[in-house]
């Protein structure tokens, strides 16, 4: 039986919270390298732990291994119609090699959920790409549904969404 932990994290691990996600966002998306931090991590306290996101880490012993939040929707794409809808945006679900295949995004996942049913969020919506191996699938299984799949050369941007209570 697996032995993680999963908990919000303290005021005191954001900076390797932080890297962590960093590092694992550059080594999924090489073309980022030189991108500056993203303004929900550089304000994570702001962004995740004192405004309306939620972050979680799963931690075995004191390693932290996993990786998951959510943010307010911030209507960026513009054929996403959320208008006068409480959603919220996945992001940054990021689970060390070693631990993947073993339920921990699921269990991530799961919890993040349960989050935002209590905070009264209606819907879920994430975006990601073919190219992140197993990604689209693993999404679908946790009862998304694709809205939208950008007809792009490089990322084929794939808009998912699940609405609470489905």
């Known amino acids: 039986m697996p032995d993680w932990t999963l908990h919000t994290p303290s005021h005191d691990a954001i900076a390797e919270v932080v890297t962590f996600v960093d590092a694992a966002r550059r080594e999924l998306f090489p073309m980022l390298a030189n991108a500056p931090l993203p303004n929900d991590l550089a304000r994570f306290a702001e962004t995740y732990l004192e405004g309306a996101g939620h972050f979680l880490v799963a931690r075995d012993g004191g390693r932290l291994v996993a990786a998951i939040g959510y943010l307010p929707y911030d209507h960026r794409f513009p054929q996403l119609d959320y208008q006068g ?15 993947r295949r073993h339920g921990l995004a699921r269990t991530l996942f ?23 191996p197993g990604a689209i699938a693993f999404w679908e299984r946790q009862g998304f549904t694709v809205v939208d799949v950008e007809d792009d050369p490089v990322w084929h941007t794939t808009h998912m969404q699940q609405w609470q209570g489905a």
């Open 110 to 132: 799961s919890a993040l959920r349960e989050q935002a049913m209590n905070a009264g969020v209606e819907c879920l919506y994430l975006h990601t790409h073919p190219f992140l």
């Open 85 to 99: 809808v409480r959603v919220v945006e996945v992001v940054r679900l990021f689970v060390l090699p070693e631990y």
